[in-house]
C-alpha cells in the first residue's frame, strides 16, 4: 500500500520560498506529481516527474516552482520561489501506479499560506 506523506508547508511571506517533501512507501521507481487546491476553486495540477527524473510543469509555476526526486530516499520535492499570496491552498503529493495514465494514491496535503 502506498502512502504518500506531504511536509513542508506552513505560513510565508509574498516573495519567500517553501520546499516541500513527499515521502512514500513503495513503488519508488513511479512516476509523481504535486497539485494544489485553494478554497473554493478545484484542484490544480502543477508539475510532476517520471521515475528516472524528466519534469514537466504546468505553465502557471513555470520558473518558479521546481520538482525533483530522490529515489533512495523514495521522495519528492517541490521547491517554490517568488510565491505569492494566490499560491495559497493545500499541497498534495500523488503517485501514479506503474501502467496506470491516473494518480493512483494521494497524501492527505499540506498547507501553504502566502501572506502579502
Known amino acids: 500500500q502506498v502512502q504518500p506523506v506531504e511536509s513542508g508547508g506552513g505560513l510565508v511571506q509574498a516573495g519567500g520560498s517553501l520546499r516541500l517533501s513527499c515521502a512514500a512507501s513503495?513503488?519508488?521507481?513511479?512516476?509523481k506529481a504535486w497539485f494544489r487546491q485553494a478554497p473554493g476553486k478545484e484542484r490544480e495540477f502543477l508539475a510532476r516527474?517520471?521515475?528516472?527524473?524528466?519534469?514537466y510543469y504546468a505553465d502557471a509555476v513555470k520558473g518558479r516552482f521546481t520538482i525533483s526526486r530522490d529515489n533512495a530516499k523514495n521522495t519528492v520535492y517541490l521547491q517554490m520561489n517568488s510565491l505569492k499570496p494566490e499560491d495559497t491552498a493545500v499541497y498534495y503529493c500523488?503517485?501514479?501506479?506503474?501502467?496506470?495514465?491516473?494518480?493512483?494514491?494521494w497524501g492527505q496535503g499540506t498547507q501553504v499560506t502566502v501572506s502579502s
Open positions: 513503495g513503488r519508488p521507481f513511479s512516476t
Open positions: 516527474i517520471t521515475w528516472n527524473g524528466s519534469p
Open positions: 500523488a503517485v501514479r501506479a506503474p501502467g496506470s495514465n491516473d494518480y493512483d494514491y
